[in-house]
């Protein structure tokens, strides 16, 4: 199942700089996307999410772009500190539907080390 | 701020043998997931539940898998035979109307 994809399994970034981690989808139905930060022995936190109506969403450090056409999404974090080293898992969702089921398909994940 | 709780953290169960995973979801949310990740692989998503009866399964929510919500707090997780290939992490999560899935720290359960 490769509905969800995020192509680089790890980034380096220096502390200050700007980390960019990238998500390609596949399936048209999804209409909301999110991100999660994930680090050892914890589960995903939410961190920030996007409707498809949207093509930018922004949260303090933290902005999501998405590229419909492109079937791409993008969070960036600037400035990078060393506390965003983690794993980031894209994930996507249908609508809600009746029974609002709406279960998340996730990526691989990307490990960010943030070098002081 | 509210947080999902799962209980154990980890589990270690003989291959044929009943588990039982916990969750308490955060209090006023309506829908409730399971997801697992095995080691090295994706968060694949398990089970919806939503108004008492589930919403979704995926495949491999088969008939040795159930999930019941007991009472208005917990929503549980059951394997009933248990089979190495279920060793992994089983993450809970719940969500409001319109709004993202917050999840638990999840159970890691072995598969002896």
């Known amino acids: 199942d490769q509905q969800v994809k995020q192509n680089s399994p790890s980034l380096s970034v220096q502390e200050g700089r700007i980390s960019i981690l990238n998500c390609d989808y596949t399936n048209s139905m999804f209409d909301y996307f999110l991100w999660y930060k994930k680090y050892p022995a914890e589960g995903p936190t939410f961190l920030i999410s996007i409707s498809s109506i949207k093509d930018k969403n922004e949260d303090g450090r933290f902005t999501v772009f998405l590229n419909k056409s492109a079937k791409h999404l993008s969070l960036h974090i600037v400035p990078s500190q060393p506390g965003d080293s983690a794993v980031y898992f894209c994930a996507a969702s249908g609508q809600e539907g009746i029974q609002g089921a709406q279960k998340l398909v996730f990526g691989q994940g990307t490990r960010l080390t943030i070098n002081p | 701020e509210p947080e999902v709780t799962q209980t154990p953290s980890h589990q270690v169960t003989q291959m044929g043998q009943e588990v039982i995973l916990r969750c308490v979801p955060i209090?006023?949310?309506?829908?409730f997931y399971w997801y697992r990740q095995i080691l090295g692989q994706k968060v694949e998503f398990l089970v919806s539940f939503y108004n008492n009866e589930i919403s979704e399964k995926s495949e491999i929510f088969d008939d040795q898998f159930s999930v019941e919500r007991p009472d208005g707090s917990n929503f549980t997780l059951k394997i009933r035979s248990t089979k190495l290939e279920d060793s992994a992490m089983y993450f809970c999560a719940s969500r409001r109307s319109l709004s993202p899935q917050h999840f638990g720290d999840g159970t890691r359960l072995s598969i002896l």
């Open positions: 209090s006023n949310h309506l829908y």
